[in-house]
């Protein structure tokens, strides 16, 4: 079910930027955490970045910390995901995944119950 909307991805090159957008049109994000994942061909789908809406908390997956960064707009409708220092390794289809449960920081993918469809992220070589 799409539930949530990602864009902004495409094709870049090694050591480039994207900034991935995600929301809920219609409705502010009002989900307790925000997360980033990732799933590349052949592998499960991967924690990125967790965003908690009631302080603005950050949390990172050592993969991507230094490099990524996970922000909201002041109206709470768009969830970033600003990506930077591109590696070929990064290549999945990236997703947002909203939550209403209170542990933090929540990692596990299957406590995150809604899901965009997801934007595709090609870093080449």
């Known amino acids: 079910q799409v539930q949530l909307v990602e864009s902004g991805g495409g094709l870049v090159q090694f050591g480039g930027s994207l900034r991935l957008s995600c929301t809920a049109p219609?409705?502010?994000?009002?989900?307790?955490?925000i997360n980033w994942f990732r799933q590349a061909p052949g592998k499960d789908r991967e924690f990125l970045a967790a965003?908690?809406?009631?302080?603005?908390?950050?949390y990172y997956s050592n993969s991507v910390k230094g490099r990524f960064t996970i922000s909201r707009d002041n109206a709470k409708i768009t969830v970033f995901l600003q990506m930077n220092s591109l590696k070929p390794e990064d290549t999945a289809v990236y997703y947002c995944?909203?939550?209403?449960?209170?542990?933090?920081?929540?990692?596990?993918?299957?406590?995150?119950?809604?899901w965009g469809q997801g934007t595709q992220v090609n870093v080449s070589s």
């Open positions: 965003y908690r809406w009631s302080d603005g908390s950050t």
């Open positions: 219609g409705f502010n994000l009002d989900y307790y955490a």
């Open positions: 995944g909203g939550s209403y449960d209170t542990w933090w920081p929540n990692t596990d993918r299957r406590y995150y119950h809604y």
